[in-house]
């Protein structure tokens, strides 16, 4: 009886989950509309004019080790997005890890990183500051702008890179979204403070 409880109330918790996730959708659609038609006639530019799109530095196999800073790939990322628990698997030294971010940098809070390979679309905005790195090619990185809010991109590019999915040739055995065709969509440009109004009700939605 005591299990059949909890499998209720698990059940529960995921409809209401479900349902704030409909809830940001919507209010994202009520204040800017379909970031394809753009019905509300929104400024429009290409993701590559508003954001620095780029991947890693590659990381060879020889390379990992069974500690130190981190090493992310798309299984790692797609957890990150959901809010999961990370289930660390490889990780990189320390020493390897400065090198890259001394001469290349590493992402910040506010970057988002975005499966392109298999999985395409699944989108984690960076939330902190803990050491970490990720696998070249598999993972886009986005380093929006100024005139830009992380938040409001993750669900403007949800849409956008859903789009992309259809269009894609049916029954493609690989499965890609490549910096180039990321550069190229047309992505709505509402005004800074509109986005950030936005996120301000995503972030207490998500707070709930």
């Excluded at 890609?176 to 939605?205: C, D, G, H």
């Amino acid at each position: 009886k005591e299990l059949d409880t909890l499998h209720r109330l698990k059940e529960l918790q995921e409809q209401q989950l479900a349902e704030y996730d409909t809830l940001a959708q919507a209010t994202f659609h009520s204040m800017f509309g379909d970031p394809i038609e753009n019905e509300k006639g929104w400024e429009v530019k290409k993701m590559g004019e508003v954001c620095e799109i780029t991947s890693s530095k590659r990381i060879f196999a020889k390379e990992y080790q069974e500690s130190g800073i981190p090493f992310y790939r798309s299984k790692e990322i797609i957890e990150k997005s959901k809010k999961l628990p990370v289930s660390l698997e490889l990780f990189i030294s320390k020493e390897r890890y400065l090198e890259i971010k001394t001469s290349f940098g590493t992402p910040k809070i506010g970057d988002i990183l975005m499966t392109a390979v298999g999985t395409i679309g699944e989108i984690w905005v960076v939330d902190t500051d803990d050491s970490f790195y990720f696998k070249d090619g598999n993972i886009l990185w986005l380093k929006i702008s100024k005139s830009g809010n992380s938040i409001f991109f993750k669900y403007s590019l949800s849409i956008l890179v859903s789009e992309y999915k259809k269009r894609m040739s049916i029954g493609s055995a690989y499965n890609a979204l490549t910096i180039v065709n990321l550069k190229n969509m047309q992505s709505i440009l509402p005004p800074i403070s509109l986005q950030n109004q936005f996120a301000e009700r995503i972030e207490k939605i998500e707070a709930q």
